[in-house]
């Protein structure tokens, strides 16, 4: 199934290389995304492994989340009258969420998702979009998300907690030197510890990151996979290509 979002960085374009780089299921039994986003990897399965767990240290986007899993026919009724509108999406970019119940936040937060132009949440994307259909969709992910473990922790927290022979870290950071685009704060001394982090591990990871000479060497040793995608922020040249990494543990 698709993603019910869109996120800075998705993986939708690269989901399919990325899914070929991961080992037969029989070699883990816990999936682990750790910076989720729109969770493109997890939503390609039905299941990954008996334990899976979706983590992102944004909170709005956490709480999205969580609404979705557990309460999203209340969501469903507080986006009845979405519409696909520049001034509701001001109002809701403008609104004061003190006060706000985690499912009017949760309304919220979809409607800039959804409405904004890159998943940027501050700028009213110009374009046509099923809206009501998009509300009709929380249900079946609410279903996909049913024994999903939602988490909101700092990358290294998270590692350590889940860590386990048997485990598999599916990655996708903040790129490096790209980290303007994201909306929450990862500076290049996070990308240090994350490699540190990742070095120490018992369980296996994948990792995907933009094709640079400062990620070539700071993951010196471990297999590379080559893949490219449409630059999808580049809205008039659509032969441009984006060079991006794929970065395994393990070899088979």
Known sequence: MNSF???????KLLRKQIL?????????????EVFGGAGWILFSKDKHAPLEVFNDVNGELNNLYRVVKYHPEPLQKE?????????????????????????????????LIRESFGADCRSFGVRSRDIQKAVNYLKEVSCRLNKVVIENQDFERLIKTYDRPDALFYLDPPYYDAEKYYPDRFNPEDHERLRKCLGSIKGKFVLSYNDCQQIRELYKGYPFIEVDRMDNLVNKDKSRRYKELIIKSYTF
């Not at 070929?20 to 682990?32: G, K, M």
């Not at 001034?87 to 979809?110: H, S, V």
Request: aromatic share 16%.
């Open 5 to 11: 979002i869109s996120w800075i960085g998705g993986k």
């Open 20 to 32: 070929e780089q991961l080992p037969d299921q029989n070699l883990y039994s816990r999936y682990i």
């Open 79 to 111: 986006l009845e009258w979405l519409l696909m509108s520049r001034e509701q999406f001001f109002d809701e970019l403008n609104r004061n969420i003190r006060g706000m119940t985690d499912i009017q936040r949760a309304a919220r937060f979809f409607c």
